[in-house]
């Protein structure tokens, strides 16, 4: 039997003998493995396999100084100090654990707080084209301040961010994208953010940011259910139609505006995968469903 996706696959299975008799079911989880999915009697492949992503980081090397692009894209995440090697939602080093630390597509980091992203760019997706970015997050507590999971930056700022929000006294996940991409603190920002409920700490949380640019609309799913309506922020209309390509991916921080300093994150990240297309929710579920490790908050 060949499976017929990547990653954590579940199959039932029982077994019958030659005179009908059958025993008790089972169920077995296992990993496919970081491998290109097979191609359909059609000659395609799945949306959701990693040679169709922009990039695809299962955090699972074993280490806390890279993390390979599993999409053939060649966009590698260097990672910076405050990260470590974690157990992530199947038991193993297969998580990156964030206390102050960045990984980033640039082909360097050492000073995850104080750096400007000025040398070894790297951007994975243009954002002014329709993309899909998800991850996997596991906040040991609550947080009482702003933390960024994915994010990609401009010259100045972020063009978009996949974060946790902490604002007068509200408490959401975002994802959010800004224009123009200028050094001030002035800039526009459209999100999709979550309702207001409480996240549940210390449990894995699946999260999908996704823009339409054919509708011009941002949308969230949180384990893979939607969030609010597109939001905007800031006087007057936000134009998106200008792409940032200037910067690179970032994980677990980002930059408003100016040199990276605050929202870094305090947890774990497993799975990041950028798409370059714009996933309804039934292809946001289905990266859920595909990655649904046995402690995820199904």
Not at 115 to 139: C, E, H
Not at 141 to 149: E, F, G, K, Q, V
Request: proline share 7%; net charge negative; charged share 15%.
């Amino acid at each position: 039997m060949t499976p017929s996706q990547f990653g954590p696959t579940t199959i039932n299975f029982a077994a019958v003998d030659a005179m009908g008799n059958r025993a008790d079911a089972g169920i077995a989880t296992f990993n496919v493995g970081d491998v290109f999915c097979p191609a359909g009697a059609d000659g395609t492949v799945p949306d959701l396999c990693p040679q169709r992503a922009a990039g695809f980081w299962r955090m699972a090397d074993g280490n806390a100084t890279t993390s390979a692009d599993l999409s053939g894209k060649n966009h590698p995440l260097v990672l910076g100090e405050g990260t470590a090697a974690a157990p992530g939602r199947f038991g193993d080093t297969d998580a990156i654990g964030f206390s102050t630390g960045c990984g980033t597509t640039q082909t360097t980091v050492t000073n995850c707080k104080g750096s400007d992203d000025s040398t070894g760019r790297a951007p994975v997706v243009s954002t002014d084209q329709s993309f899909t970015v998800t991850a996997w997050v596991r906040l040991p507590s609550l947080p009482d301040r702003n933390m960024t999971i994915v994010s990609e930056t401009g010259d100045n700022t972020t063009g978009f961010s996949l974060r946790y929000v902490v604002d007068q006294g509200q408490k959401y996940w975002s994802f959010e994208m800004a224009n123009p991409d200028e050094k001030k603190t002035g800039f526009q920002v459209r999100q999709a953010r979550s309702s207001l409920d409480l996240p549940p700490t210390d449990a894995w949380t699946h999260l999908a940011g996704v823009y339409d640019a054919t509708e011009d609309q941002l949308y969230l799913y949180i384990n893979a259910r939607p969030g609010p309506d597109d939001q905007r922020t800031g006087p007057g209309p936000i134009n998106l139609s200008a792409g940032w390509t200037a910067g690179s991916l970032q994980i677990g921080r980002s930059r408003w505006p100016g040199p990276f300093a605050g929202n870094d994150l305090a947890g774990l990240v497993s799975d990041v995968h950028l798409y370059p297309s714009a996933f309804n929710g039934t292809s946001a579920g289905l990266v859920k469903v595909d990655q649904a490790g046995t402690d995820g908050h199904l």
